[in-house]
T-cell receptor, first 108, second 115 residues
Framework: AQRVTQPEKLLSVFKGAPVELKCNYS??????LFWYVQYSRQRLQLLLR??SRESIKGFTADLNKGETSFHLKKPFAQEEDSAMYYCALSEGDYKLSFGAGTTVTVRA | DAGVTQSPTHLIKTRGQQVTLRCSPK?????VSWYQQALGQGPQFIFQ???????QRGNFPDRFSGHQFPNYSSELNVNALLLGDSALYLC??????????????FGQGTRLTVV
């Protein structure tokens, strides 16, 4: 069975500082990895997926199959990045397995 | 397009009762998945419906059942409610990857409280 681990429940950074959210997974096949974000009072929405290799809102994430990780990074955090972030894994059919989430607070 | 819509937004039920939650998918989507999100946890997959049939199921008891209608909307039913069923229930719609699907879109959720 697949499993997604986000070791940090809370992450607090200063505006302009780098931020990295950790995500590790266990899955025997070739997973598809996602980062979802939930801003205050908004619905869960896709931030990025590893297949597209895009940078969204300055965030990037690289799939490291050797370390089974998919960490999310941004070089300069902004106050609007304060949100709940979930790492998720799919076997390719949108049956998503989510981590417990990391709450990010960006302080001025 | 209103996106994925769920009703009701909040619900309070008593232990032992039954509840029905509803979901309308994003326009053009034919696949609906349901998730349970307990406080402080990530969403957990309950089941997925496609072509009016349950296509996949997570580790949830038979008290959790669902239905998909010809217009792709869906219902989640929970029987014999337990206090532990209190959670946010999320609906997500998508197209399957083979049909060009690229992501799952989520509704705002239904907050169920069992007392």
């Amino acid at each position: 069975a697949q499993r997604v681990t986000q070791p940090e429940k809370l992450l607090s950074v200063f505006k302009g500082a780098p931020v990295e959210l950790k995500c590790n997974y266990s899955y025997s096949g070739s997973p598809e990895l996602f980062w979802y974000v939930q801003y205050s009072r908004q619905r869960l929405q896709l931030l990025l997926r590893h297949i597209s290799r895009e940078s969204i809102k300055g965030f990037t994430a690289d799939l490291n199959k050797g370390e089974t990780s998919f960490h999310l990074k941004k070089p300069f955090a902004q106050e609007e990045d304060s949100a709940m972030y979930y790492c998720a894994l799919s076997e390719g059919d949108y049956k998503l397995s989510f981590g417990a989430g990391t709450t990010v607070t960006v302080r001025a | 397009d209103a996106g994925v819509t769920q009703s009701p937004t909040h619900l309070i039920k008593t232990r032992g009762q039954q509840v029905t939650l509803r979901c309308s998918p994003k326009s053009g989507h034919d696949t609906v998945s349901w998730y349970q999100q307990a406080l402080g946890q990530g969403p957990q997959f309950i089941f997925q419906y496609y072509e009016e049939e349950e296509r996949q199921r997570g580790n949830f008891p038979d008290r959790f059942s669902g239905h998909q209608f010809p217009n792709y909307s869906s219902e989640l039913n929970v029987n014999a409610l337990l206090l532990g069923d209190s959670a946010l229930y999320l609906c997500a719609s998508s197209l399957l990857p083979g049909q060009g699907g690229t992501e799952a879109f989520f509704g705002q959720g239904t907050r169920l409280t069992v007392v």
